[in-house]
């Protein structure tokens, strides 16, 4: 299937009837699983009406309007173009003699922000798409990006800025601005400044590889070694064991390459260990760098990952202590955007069916979160799996690469799956067996694994034992391991070995902090760390009654923002104000937390019960291990103060959701497991 929902000749363009175009598109569309809706369509219709009477050579208004031949060297039209490597979609890309011509079609006057994203796909296929490279470099092609306003009351005469001046030397300046009318003129300005005739073929244009620059990577590699990223932060704490697992997957790497075998190379750890540390410094180092990708379904974590890199772009360049790769000041933007194309999200790798779109994504994946991949017949990006997510990954890869060696790295996070539809880490080892693929894996990730496969899997011949794959010691600060033991004893039941756990860490100064009020909560919070901290409330997703406290779980706010703005902005995590929920959260740390209890997880019978609240009733969840996996995630966040909210709740009795003796109950469990009130602090820092 190709990846434009329509592509043809000039000629077959101008001669194809309009409605014809619309609903191949309409097709498309419903064949990507994404909702047409009404005035998409009007708009595709009034952009195609515009090309075909800007296009077609036979046409009166193209003759009268025009009276420029060199429309005529126009030879492909491309529409709604998926580049999926980078989750963009372009409505228009036009192939000329000498020319790649980039179209965005708007229904209203546009501003910054629209130019800015008609530049960005146009250097989206100068660094990215390896032909379009390939023959801008040879000064074949220039690429010109258009911005179309197709709904404007005083269109002004589209202008020339010019090609040059930056360091993309075959791309304008800035995109030529035009309305429907005048888009003949901005056709011809740009055809009229090409450098070469030759013209990029279709089918050799559609079919082109992703392939990145050297330069792109440069800047990757040099942002990555001096970004601040909370979410990867290191606190100095011995890195010897994620280094001795870096070595130990990079020779599996090798080796299956120079055997030309299939192998999934299974990478555990507890929250905090390091996993992500391990992917991205395979990704971004090293001899495998042109051949490899990160990919994770963590969302989240790839946004306050691009907007931090993106910050530490722009701190160099005000410094002045050296542009990275070799950038100028003035494409800080495009170029901290385009460094982060090593961080891919999952379902622009598979795309909304599941299967692969023909371009290539490298021989090395590697996929954070790997426990989260969804199970046969599960809804994802709006379309019904036709099988486990990790089988059509592996099936995608032996299309795409029918020869040679094939890997993918899975990071596997114990006890984090915290969707309905996930299948854990076992999803992978169930797929290589479909699939025909080997399995490196250590025997302690293996022991972590459901009985039925540690049985399947520990003698079988497709079995590679891996010297080092499972991360021991979380990284995230000094006593972190210790809270993720007390984390698994309280979400286990075990009250007396949680409290063992707790005074271990009071003997090494610390504690699990419990209150009642949440005021009381944030004070202790701003009194203990430091404003340069970063401390913030989260909470369950399912947590909806927290509402009655001020707290909106199903908001979701910029998680970027929230990670990465200063003390004293409102959209900062230090604001105290905004609650992120564990699937925000996932794969991301603070300084401090406060998790804010409600009743999606109670006491009962002597053990946890999951709710979830329909309407204005709380009913009985079936998914248990759902729900405490989401607090497992939330009470492993913290790097250095953790404090937990419990409400008192409605102590009148009028409230039904939210009985007072319910959360009494959490509360108390918790203070059994060693949690310790906040007025027992000190009340030094």
Not at 263 to 269: E, L, T, Y
Not at 291 to 316: H, K
Not at 577 to 586: A, C, G, L, P, S
Request: proline fraction near 3%; charge should be neutral.
């Amino acid at each position: 299937m190709s990846t434009a929902w329509y592509h043809g000749s000039r000629e077959a363009f101008c001669r194809t009837d309009c409605l014809e175009i619309v609903n191949q598109l309409a097709g498309r569309c419903a064949q990507e699983s994404l909702a047409a809706e009404q005035d998409q369509h009007a708009e595709w219709a009034q952009s195609i009406q515009i090309l075909m009477s800007t296009l077609g050579s036979g046409l009166v208004a193209l003759q009268s309007a025009l009276h420029a031949p060199e429309c005529e060297r126009v030879r492909t039209v491309i529409l709604e173009y998926d580049f999926r490597r980078r989750g963009l979609r372009l409505d228009c890309v036009l192939l000329a003699d000498g020319c790649v011509l980039v179209v965005e079609f708007k229904r209203s006057k546009c501003g910054a922000a629209e130019r800015e994203q008609v530049t960005r796909y146009a250097v989206s296929l100068l660094e990215f798409h390896a032909r379009t490279r390939e023959a801008a470099e040879r000064r074949e092609v220039i690429v010109v990006p258009i911005l179309v306003q197709t709904r404007v009351t005083r269109p002004r005469p589209p202008t020339w800025p010019g090609i040059g001046g930056r360091v993309w030397e075959q791309m304008t300046n800035s995109p030529i601005v035009c309305d429907g009318n005048s888009l003949p003129i901005a056709l011809r300005i740009a055809i009229e400044k090409r450098t070469s005739d030759r013209c990029i073929a279709e089918l050799e244009w559609l079919q082109s590889e992703f392939s990145p620059s050297s330069t792109i990577i440069d800047a990757a590699i040099s942002l990555y070694g001096g970004h601040n990223v909370a979410a990867v932060h290191q606190h100095g704490a011995a890195i010897e064991q994620i280094q001795r697992v870096t070595h130990c997957v990079r020779d599996c790497i090798d080796e299956a390459l120079r055997t030309a075998r299939r192998v999934i190379i299974c990478v555990s750890g507890a929250p905090g260990a390091g996993k992500t540390l391990v992917g991205l410094d395979l990704v971004l180092r090293g001899q495998h760098v042109k051949d490899s990708v990160f990919i994770t379904g963590n969302t989240p974590l790839v946004d306050v990952l691009t907007r931090s890199l993106q910050a530490s772009y722009r701190a160099q360049t005000r410094r002045g202590d050296g542009l990275v790769a070799g950038f100028r000041r003035d494409d800080a933007a495009l170029i901290s955007e385009g460094a982060t194309f090593k961080i891919v999200k999952a379902h622009h790798f598979l795309g909304r069916r599941g299967s692969p779109h023909g371009q290539s994504d490298g021989r090395i994946l590697i996929f954070d979160e790997a426990q989260r991949t969804y199970r046969k017949g599960h809804r994802a990006a709006g379309t019904v799996l036709e099988r486990d997510e990790a089988e059509l990954i592996l099936r995608a890869q032996s299309m795409t690469f029918p020869d040679g060696g094939l890997i993918v790295v899975a990071l596997i996070g114990h006890n984090q799956a915290i969707g309905r539809g996930e299948l854990g880490g076992q999803a992978w080892l169930t797929a290589a067996e479909r699939q025909g693929w080997q399995v490196a894996i250590d025997d302690e990730t293996l022991m972590l694994l459901p009985v039925d496969i540690v049985n399947r899997w520990r003698l079988s011949p497709a079995r590679h034992r891996l010297q080092s794959g499972h991360l021991l010691q979380s990284l995230r600060y000094y006593r972190n391991a210790s809270l993720e033991r007390w984390a698994d004893s309280v979400m286990r039941g075990e009250t007396n070995e949680a409290r063992q756990t707790a005074d271990l860490m009071s003997v090494e100064g610390d504690r699990v902090w419990l209150s009642r009020q949440l005021p009381e909560c944030k004070n202790f919070m701003r009194r203990k760390l430091a404003s340069s901290d970063r401390y913030g409330l989260i909470a369950s997703g399912q947590g909806r009654r927290l509402a009655a406290e001020g707290l909106f779980v199903d908001r979701k706010p910029d998680i970027a923002k929230w990670m990465l703005c200063p003390e004293g902005d409102c959209r900062s995590s230090n604001a105290l104000e905004d609650v992120q929920n564990q699937y925000q959260i996932q794969g991301l740390e603070v300084d401090g937390a406060i998790v804010c209890w409600d009743l999606d997880l109670r006491r009962s019978n002597g053990g946890w019960s999951a709710y979830k609240l329909v309407g204005s009733k709380w009913g009985r969840d079936r998914r248990i291990d759902v729900a405490q996996n989401g607090y497992r995630v939330l009470l492993t966040r913290a790097r250095r103060a953790l404090v937990i909210f419990v409400p008192r709740g409605d102590e009148s009795g009028e409230d039904d959701t939210r009985p007072a003796e319910e959360y009494d109950r959490i509360a108390e469990f918790l203070l059994d497991c060693g949690a310790c009130r906040i007025d027992h602090a000190p009340t030094h820092r």
